[in-house]
């Protein structure tokens, strides 16, 4: 069984409206979100370098803690801090 799957209670249920309500939840903790499906055709939406690092440190956690499932890049999370290659300085074999 995957871990993030969604279990829809009824099968009767619209995917397409289960997806866009669920989206509008999301938008009441990301208010760019809720902008976005205010378009014809919502796709997303872009980000400066500032606005990426405050989604990451601030709002990602926010919409992790409502339910919602957040990928981040793996060096952002303890685990991929943990991974991640480093340079340790050694003697010279010999010494």
Same mark, same amino acid.
């Given at each position: 069984? *995957? @871990?993030?799957?969604?279990?829809?209670?009824?099968?009767?249920?619209? +995917?397409?409206? &289960? /997806?866009?309500?669920?989206? !509008?939840?999301?938008?009441?903790?990301?208010?760019?979100?809720?902008?976005?499906?205010? *378009? @014809?055709?919502?796709?997303?939406?872009?980000?400066?370098?500032?606005? +990426?690092?405050? &989604? /990451?440190?601030?709002?990602? !956690?926010?919409?992790?803690?409502?339910?919602?499932?957040?990928?981040?890049?793996?060096?952002?999370?303890?685990?991929?801090?943990?991974?991640?290659?480093?340079?340790?300085?050694?003697?010279?074999?010999?010494?």
């Amino acid at each position: 069984m *995957r @871990k993030n799957r969604v279990n829809v209670p009824h099968r009767d249920v619209n +995917a397409s409206e &289960f /997806l866009v309500s669920s989206l !509008a939840q999301a938008g009441s903790v990301r208010p760019p979100i809720d902008d976005s499906l205010k *378009r @014809k055709q919502p796709a997303g939406y872009w980000l400066n370098t500032g606005e +990426a690092y405050d &989604f /990451l440190e601030n709002q990602a !956690a926010a919409l992790q803690q409502a339910g919602f499932g957040v990928l981040v890049p793996a060096c952002w999370t303890r685990q991929g801090a943990k991974a991640r290659p480093g340079i340790r300085p050694s003697s010279p074999s010999g010494d």
